[in-house]
Nanobody, 124 residues
Framework: QVQLVESGGGLVQAGGSLRLSCAASGRTSSTYHMAWFRQGPGKEREFVATIIRGGTLTKYADSVKARFTISRDNAKNMVYLQMNTLKPEDTAVYYC?????????????????WGQGTQVTVSS
């Protein structure tokens, strides 16, 4: 099993940047595909970005492509989400997720471990 703890959320003005971190403990994170999801007020949880075990492949939601970057440091059991040019519509609770399955995808159902989330608020 793996435990996930997110950090780095906060309040930022539109156009600003934040870097979210996800610390993984338990089994080494290099055995997991990792992802970020978010849930805005009154909205369903949605996919943001994912990175394959070895870190060589990534996928992004169209809404964040070219603004957000997911990365991982397997030696430190960390996953990051660099968020630039933030918009008010990026306001949400951001969740780190992991899957031990061999399949790699963007659906929440692929991921069997979740963190508690970190709030990101973007003011206009």
């Amino acid at each position: 099993q793996v435990q996930l703890v997110e950090s780095g959320g906060g309040l930022v003005q539109a156009g600003g940047s934040l870097r979210l971190s996800c610390a993984a403990s338990g089994r080494t994170s290099s055995t997991y595909h990792m992802a970020w999801f978010r849930q805005g007020p009154g909205k369903e949880r949605e996919f943001v970005a994912t990175i394959i075990r070895g870190g060589t492949l990534t996928k992004y939601a169209d809404s964040v492509k070219a603004r957000f970057t997911i990365s991982r440091d397997n030696a430190k059991n960390m996953v990051y989400l660099q968020m630039n040019t933030l918009k008010p519509e990026d306001t949400a609770v951001y969740y780190c997720a992991a899957t031990s399955e061999s399949l790699w995808g963007v659906a929440a159902s692929f991921y069997n471990y979740w963190g508690q989330g970190t709030q990101v608020t973007v003011s206009s």
